[in-house]
Structures are given as structure tokens and as C-alpha cells.
């Protein structure tokens, strides 16, 4: 059965330079959410997108940015990057907003490293 | 704030014995999940409890939801070294959105 993917799945920036992380849902799936992960940490989530709308948002920098495209793709953007935002960052996707009751479905994870 | 506690933080059991971690708030959940993620990958749904009281059974695992839908628990049985993970406990809050506990990094020793 086809999974949520993600890509690229390693990622290596540089300091105040830019990365775009992108995540495609299961066929069907019409919810999307990011969650960041550091070391030896829980996942904490950043934002969710509901039929290409946003739907909630977490403690999520402003140098980030998402959005859901109309084949219910996201993509996370983020800018000036910091040595801090070194993490896995997941994407999960789910029909409708029942996440809470049905459960997620993670992709693999983008692990982004900044040096 | 909802927060979920888990408890231990880590566990390191020889093969075969049985083992108990739990999942604990203050704060009423919707339902309870427990996810099992492996180094580098994204969390694997294990199960999801709704009713307060409710017990699910997944091979050697059984998890088991408070009647007040406050806390989880879940056990192993005859642990083996494909048990090796973090389990994480995560409840579905009133915007529907996950919010996921610390995790309990379990090694089981062959």
C-alpha cells in the first residue's frame, strides 16, 4: 500500500541558507501534518493543512512557511537557517480531520542537518 | 496545556521477561495512540484507544485506555529483541491535532 513520502530524505544546508521539505500524502488523504523532531526528543508538531486550507498551527518559527497544493501535496519552507533547527522534520497524513481518532500515518522523515 | 507523561524514560530488560510502560496526564483525551519508532523513521501506529475502559490486544502487546481517559498503559509480553524502540504515547486534543508524550527508549537484551 502506497505510504506518505517525503523527500529529499537527508538534507545538509548551510547557515541563513534556505531548505523546502516536501511531503506527499496517501492517495485519498486530504490532511497533512508537520512535526519537528530534535535529538532525544518527542515530535513536536508545527502546522496542518485541512483541504489545502491551514488548520492549526504549533510553536512553528516565522521564518517557517507551509502550504498544501491542490494535488494535496505540502511543502515546508524554511529560511535564515540555524544550527537549531538541525531535526527530523515528519509529515503525516490522514482523511479528513480525524487524525486524533483514526491515528497517523508518518512518512520516513527528512533529516535536515545545518551547519 | 495537555500534557502526556511517560513512564520509565528507559527500560533495558533481557528476552523474555515482561515489562509495563505507561502513559499519564492530567487532562482528558479524546483517544490514546501508541506509536513505535525505530532510529531515523517516522513513528509506526501500533494502536488506538477511544473508549475509556477499553483494552486491545496486538500479539504479545496489550494496551489498555483509563476508564477516564486520562492515561495508558501498555504491556509486552515475553519481550523479544524486535521490541528494541521508542514507544511513544500521543492523545488526540480538541483541535484534532496529536500532541505526542517523551517516549519510553526500550532495548531488550538477547
Known amino acids: 500500500a502506497a505510504g506518505v513520502i517525503q523527500s529529499p530524505r537527508h538534507l545538509i544546508k548551510e547557515k541563513r541558507e534556505t531548505a523546502t521539505l516536501k511531503c506527499y500524502p496517501i492517495?485519498?488523504?486530504?490532511?497533512v501534518y508537520w512535526y519537528q523532531q530534535g535529538p532525544g526528543q518527542d515530535p513536536q508538531f508545527l502546522i496542518s493543512?485541512?483541504?489545502?486550507?491551514?488548520?492549526d498551527k504549533g510553536i512553528i518559527p516565522d521564518r517557517f512557511s507551509a502550504q498544501q497544493f491542490s494535488d494535496y501535496h505540502s511543502e515546508l519552507n524554511m529560511s535564515s537557517l540555524e544550527l537549531g533547527d538541525s531535526a527530523l522534520y515528519f509529515c503525516?497524513?490522514?482523511?479528513?480531520?480525524?487524525?486524533?481518532?483514526?491515528?497517523?500515518?508518518f512518512g520516513s522523515g527528512t533529516r535536515l542537518t545545518v551547519v | 496545556t495537555q500534557l502526556l507523561e511517560q513512564s520509565p524514560q528507559f527500560l533495558s530488560i533481557q528476552e523474555g521477561e515482561n515489562l509495563t510502560v505507561y502513559c499519564n496526564s492530567s487532562?482528558?483525551?479524546?483517544?490514546l495512540q501508541w506509536y513505535r519508532q525505530e532510529p531515523g523513521e517516522g513513528p509506526v501506529l501500533l494502536v488506538t484507544?477511544?473508549?475509556?475502559?477499553e483494552v486491545k490486544k496486538l500479539k504479545r502487546l496489550t494496551f489498555q485506555f483509563g476508564d477516564a481517559r486520562k492515561d495508558s498503559s501498555l504491556h509486552i509480553t515475553a519481550a523479544q529483541p524486535g521490541d528494541t524502540g521508542l514507544y511513544l504515547c500521543?492523545?488526540?486534543?480538541?483541535?484534532?491535532?496529536?500532541?505526542f508524550g517523551k517516549g519510553t527508549r526500550l532495548h531488550i537484551l538477547p
Open positions: 503525516a497524513s490522514s482523511l479528513g480531520r480525524r487524525g486524533a481518532l483514526g491515528g497517523y500515518t
Open positions: 492517495p485519498r488523504h486530504d490532511t
Open positions: 493543512f485541512y483541504e489545502k486550507m491551514q488548520s
Open positions: 487532562s482528558v483525551f479524546s483517544s
Open positions: 484507544v477511544v473508549t475509556g475502559g
Open positions: 500521543a492523545g488526540g486534543d480538541r483541535d484534532d491535532k496529536i500532541i
